[in-house]
């Protein structure tokens, strides 16, 4: 019974991981798109690719993107702070997103704990 209540949360949950919070992201996009606006073409691709990561909140891709970035040994003094100013709130919109999904889970493993209850 427990492996089945385990199943069953994971189905409720994986949708919600996947499809983010259904909301505007609220990481400011604008310091990296501002800073890389004159980059070379594949580094502003490389900040480009982390800013539609972002707007469509798939914050693990946009962290994966900015590490990569930031790694760049010939970024300018501005264009790092940038990386590195938005990779914070990116980790913490990442850390957000998944308090949301374990509220959300652990919400509905008590009701489903209840509708399995009921004669």
Excluded: H
Aim: net charge positive; with cysteine; hydrophobic share 40%.
């Amino acid at each position: 019974m427990k492996l089945m209540n385990w199943i069953l949360i994971a189905m409720a949950a994986t949708p919600l991981l996947l499809s983010g919070c259904g909301k505007k992201s609220s990481v400011d996009t604008a310091p990296i798109e501002k800073s890389f606006s004159t980059a070379d073409p594949a580094t502003k691709s490389s900040a480009d690719s982390a800013v539609s990561a972002i707007k469509s909140s798939d914050y693990s891709g946009a962290l994966a993107s900015l590490q990569k970035l930031g790694a760049q040994a010939k970024l300018t003094p501005d264009q790092q702070q940038a990386v590195k100013d938005v990779l914070a709130q990116v980790q913490q919109a990442l850390t957000d997103s998944a308090a949301k999904v374990g509220k959300d889970a652990q919400k509905a493993a008590s009701d489903m704990q209840k509708s399995l209850t009921k004669p």
